[in-house]
């Protein structure tokens, strides 16, 4: 009998585990969205992750994310079982962009500590990790238009190579609406950041935000709430830009991510396509 319920118990940790489910994108840029027992504790390449009192809980993967990752699972009871996972490689665009006012490019001396105050404030408003799952709503495209520019490309500007773009950028008029991809809770509404202008940004739950660059308004406050597909800003060309379009980034716990990978291919209207 008791070699019995030993059996039992083994097989119960075995199909808590076999039951752990992850879906996403294991590429560079991509973020995994797991489910596994509740009261499991999950570690990310020896990171702690924060993990919702029903088991669920969100991964992601740098731009140089390495080939291999490793997450660990802690079960009630003290099993602990290891998930290889393996990272697809992605290559990155080159872009130049040339045109910008030399300023925006190498700032001067006194623009210095205006750029390290945006700096600090963007940090302090993706910090925010608390148990709400907005994410498991899924990401709508924020606006709709012409792709402009994509995740992890090289930006060359005036000739001098920058940091890549994490972000992907979408073309439009000044004005446009711009909703919110999925619900969230806002803890950034700047209207004037030196490189990014207009600036908002929303947290969707453990540490996972969006955020809105080179905006033209922005019609939402901090610590608001605001639901899936709501209008939040109007997308502009404020800051470190060479004309109207809004660039949308991707935040989890300090890994930039891609958004475009969360949301697939843009299927726009017919008035939108003969532009």
């Avoid at 446009?176 to 490189?195: C, R, S």
């Amino acid at each position: 009998m008791r070699i019995f319920v030993l059996l039992l118990l083994v097989l119960g940790s075995q199909a808590c585990y076999a039951a752990l489910e992850l879906e996403g994108r294991f590429i560079q840029g991509g973020l995994v969205f797991g489910k596994t027992m509740p009261g499991a504790e999950v570690l990310h390449d020896g990171d702690e992750v924060p993990v919702s009192p029903d088991g669920y809980f969100v991964i992601g993967f740098a731009r140089e994310a390495p080939q291999n990752s490793e997450l660990m699972i802690h079960l009630p009871g003290g099993t602990e079982e290891t998930r290889k996972l393996k990272i697809t490689s992605r290559d990155y665009d080159i872009q130049r962009i040339d045109g910008l006012p030399e300023r925006k490019v190498t700032p001067r001396r006194e623009d210095q500590a205006r750029i390290e105050a945006d700096r600090v404030a963007v940090k302090k408003a993706r910090a925010r990790v608390d148990q709400r799952m907005d994410f498991l709503q899924g990401f709508d495209w924020p606006a709709k238009g012409k792709i402009t520019g994509v995740y992890g490309s090289q930006r060359i500007l005036n000739g001098k190579p920058k940091w890549p773009h994490y972000g992907v950028d979408i073309a439009g008029p000044v004005g446009k609406p711009v909703h919110a991809p999925a619900a969230g809770i806002v803890t950034l509404a700047h209207p004037d950041l030196f490189y990014s202008g207009a600036t908002l940004i929303m947290d969707h739950g453990h540490g996972l935000s969006s955020t809105f660059l080179h905006l033209h308004k922005i019609l939402v406050k901090e610590g608001q709430r605001v639901e899936k597909g709501q209008v939040v800003a109007e997308l502009g060309a404020s800051g470190r830009s060479t004309g109207p379009h809004l660039d949308w980034r991707m935040n989890l716990r300090g890994k930039r991510v891609d958004p475009q990978l969360l949301v697939g291919p843009m299927k726009l209207s017919k008035p939108e396509n003969r532009k």
